[in-house]
């Protein structure tokens, strides 16, 4: 609202044209760069800068080690039902070069977990497609806000052109559709260890 007011008031004192003009070249410059990265909600993280495609990478060092830590984010298309205002989103979160943690944020509170992992931890059961390939999968189910996803996925997904997973939700069965291409694998490898593999037809 101040730089609404502001520039108001340049116009209409007409006596600083180039105010004006430097005003709507700082405008332009800042517009356009908010499209190619994204502010960082996390203190002591870059802001977001674009690594091909959709996806965004944020870095940051761990003040006890000085561990390098990436995160590669990739979001949605689309909106579940709950809340237009948050998407769904991919989250790669790696350290000292290594993947870490790979989460599916559905940006909406998850339903109970309906089956059990390998050692008993609670799963959700979700239905996963890779460009012409899908199956189901259980992830590990976070505190009922976020999923943990299986390496051979994320390794289906970072070469892929086309993703969604479908899941329940409190308002039923949704997807969420990504569109992965795009990505400089090369940048992944170097942060996360982590090249792209096809998923096999089951």
């Not at 600083?16 to 996390?42: D, E, I, N």
């Not at 994320?154 to 969420?176: C, D, H, M, N, Y």
Request: with cysteine; net charge positive.
């Amino acid at each position: 609202m101040k730089v609404l007011r502001l520039f108001r008031e340049m116009i209409s004192s007409r006596r600083q044209p180039k105010a004006v003009l430097l005003f709507l070249v700082v405008g332009a410059a800042a517009l356009a760069s908010a499209q190619r990265g994204a502010m960082s909600p996390y203190q002591g993280e870059s802001d977001g800068i674009s690594v091909g495609g959709k996806w965004l990478e944020f870095q940051s060092s761990d003040k006890m080690t000085g561990a390098n830590d990436v995160r590669f984010e990739l979001r949605s298309d689309n909106y579940f039902r709950e809340d237009p205002n948050y998407k769904p989103r991919v989250v790669l979160f790696c350290s000292s070069g290594k993947l870490k943690l790979a989460d599916f944020n559905p940006g909406v509170r998850l339903p109970p977990p309906n089956r059990p992992g390998f050692w008993g931890q609670p799963q959700l059961e979700v239905m996963v497609r890779i460009d012409d390939t899908h199956y189901f999968k259980g992830w590990n189910w976070m505190r009922g806000h976020f999923l943990s996803m299986d390496k051979g996925t994320v390794r289906g997904l970072i070469g892929a052109q086309l993703f969604k997973v479908e899941l329940p939700t409190r308002s039923g069965r949704q997807i969420a559709q990504f569109s992965p291409g795009g990505l400089n694998l090369d940048r992944v490898r170097q942060a996360c260890d982590l090249t792209s593999k096809k998923p096999s037809k089951d």
